[in-house]
């Protein structure tokens, strides 16, 4: 039981009547929380209409909440509210003994042995979905990305070939994570038909025939190997199978959770990248070194050191998911600060990864802060783009996997050029997304050396 005696209060802002700081807040929720920040400290609380937000930004405090004391918190309403209309009850929203059942039945897929088995496909498509690049072309480098990991984690965890539906996947899930930002709309009752309510029920349904495709497509053909036909099959102790809800459930969540935010950690180091020469060239002479112009393999993979750093570095600046909530069940207590049963609580990526108290220069982007012996000297929860804790990401193998062969093997081919402006305006959801398309001009690498249209690859449905 955590010691309350003495707690105080937080300090924070007053706000306005009624709405506190929502006005301010939802204009730009990582200034708000950067300002609050700098402002009153490591602990901070301001009020919204749906009740108070503590916001912690202290490392040590974080791993409390998210690490030790984790039982004492849930996902809560806040989470709910915003991801419950599309996720349901699964993997993500879930809570207590029905979410550990659920998670130890998901787990055997991103067992490491498993993920391995995924490293060929992920490279075979990254070389199709860049075949139809041209030499001085500009592609929306989001997009793109969106497309692919949407087609890595269609093949890998479903068996299916998802290429068909990925403009219409990522247009519903724009109006999906759009619909999860924070507005004065919120305000509304919920019963009032609102245009942008009306269009986030459209994209649901839109993404529910994609989840209801798959998993008939599964249900006619179960293999051995994918999500759906292991989650059809599974059975808890009294023999009884899974409703055909919650696999829909679980499938959504995957689906979404297993690739936007891939795409955009890829999104963000293309475009660090582009701004970075040094580090691209460095990067692009360890490539060259190591694969000698080779498609990369799952063997290759640790001993690209730099890779490692830049993608680290890069979730560092941009993590994708740029913020946490949990909500305490009982009071608890971090550092001198009381924190009462109920509230939300916030935990923010994008101003941990850049607190100068840890980060050296902290708006430069430099992979090669990333020895062994900084990792060390850091407070455990200094970075932490997958959360921690028992419900720290579970496909966290598989995106990092993912992110460097997908990195090494469009890098080896082209250099990306930005064309769209170099101050990237996010937009605050769920996710951190870019507010508008990351535009690259495609310049072909001088004398690359593998033939891209050898790899073709059988479609996985039939
Ligand atoms: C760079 C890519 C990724 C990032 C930054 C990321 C980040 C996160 C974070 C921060 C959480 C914790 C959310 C919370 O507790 O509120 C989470 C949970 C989760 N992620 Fe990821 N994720 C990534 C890729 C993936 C992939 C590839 C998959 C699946 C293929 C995946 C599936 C999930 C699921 C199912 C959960 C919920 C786990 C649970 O509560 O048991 N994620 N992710």
Redesign the pocket.
């Known amino acids: 039981m955590t010691n309350r005696g003495n707690a105080r209060t937080p300090p924070g802002p007053n706000g306005l009547p009624v709405v506190g700081s929502l006005p301010t807040y939802a204009r730009d929720p990582f200034d708000f929380e950067r300002r609050m920040h700098r402002e009153y400290g490591d602990v901070v609380r301001w009020k919204l209409p749906g009740g108070w937000m503590y916001h912690l930004a202290d490392p040590d405090h974080i791993e409390h909440v ?1 690490v030790q004391n984790n039982g004492n918190y849930v ?1 809560g309403e806040a ?1 709910q509210e915003t991801l419950g209309p599309v996720l349901g009850n ?3 929203n ?1 809570e207590g003994e029905f ?1 550990r059942r ?2 130890h039945l ?1 787990e055997p897929a ?1 067992h490491p042995d498993r993920i391995s088995t995924y490293a060929e496909m992920m490279v075979d498509a990254s070389e199709r979905g860049t075949t139809g690049w041209r030499d001085g072309e500009t592609r929306d480098v989001h997009a793109e990305m969106t497309a692919l ?1 949407l087609e890595i ?1 269609g093949r ?2 479903f068996g299916v070939d998802l290429r068909d539906e990925s403009v219409r996947v990522g247009e519903a899930l724009e109006v999906v994570m759009a619909g999860s930002e924070f507005s004065l709309t919120d305000l509304l009752p919920e019963a009032i038909p609102t245009p942008g309510r009306r269009r986030f029920d459209a994209a649901v349904e839109t993404l529910e025939r994609v989840v209801a495709r798959i998993v008939r497509e599964r249900k006619r053909n179960p293999t051995d190997e994918d999500v759906v036909s292991m989650l059809l099959s599974a059975r808890d102790e009294a023999g009884e199978g899974m409703s055909d809800r919650q696999v829909y459930d679980e499938v959504m ?2 689906l979404l ?3 936007e ?2 795409a ?2 890829l999104t963000f180091t293309f475009f660090l990248l582009a701004q970075h020469g040094d580090v691209e060239r460095k990067l692009v002479a360890e490539l060259e070194r190591e694969l000698g112009g080779d498609p990369p393999t799952m063997a290759d993979v640790g001993d690209l050191t730099y890779l490692e750093r830049v993608v680290q570095e890069s ?1 560092r600046l941009y ?3 740029p913020g ?3 909500e305490p069940v009982e009071d608890d207590r971090v550092g001198d600060y009381r924190i009462p049963a109920g509230v939300t609580v916030s935990m923010s ?1 994008h101003v941990v990864h850049r607190d100068p108290r840890w980060y050296d220069d902290p708006m430069a982007f430099r992979p090669e802060r990333w020895t062994d012996g900084f990792r060390e000297s850091l407070p455990r929860l200094a970075y ?4 921690a804790g ?7 193998r ?3 996997l ?2 460097r062969l997908v990195l090494a093997t469009i890098l080896q081919e082209y250099h990306l050029e930005l064309v769209s402006s170099p101050a990237l305006d996010l937009r605050p959801s769920i996710t951190a997304r870019p507010k508008n398309p990351v535009e690259m001009k495609v310049h072909e690498r001088e004398g690359s050396r593998w033939d891209v249209s050898q790899s073709e690859v059988e479609p996985a449905m039939d």
Not at 384 to 387: D, I, K, Q, T
């Open positions: 998210l996902k989470f699964g993997l993500l879930a979410w659920q998670r998901v991103f990991t984690v890998a965890l969540t995957l959770a297993g690739h935010t891939t955009l950690a979730m993590p994708p998911v946490i909530v949990r990526q932490f783009p997958f959360a028992p419900r720290r990401c579970i496909g966290d598989f995106a990092l993912e992110a």
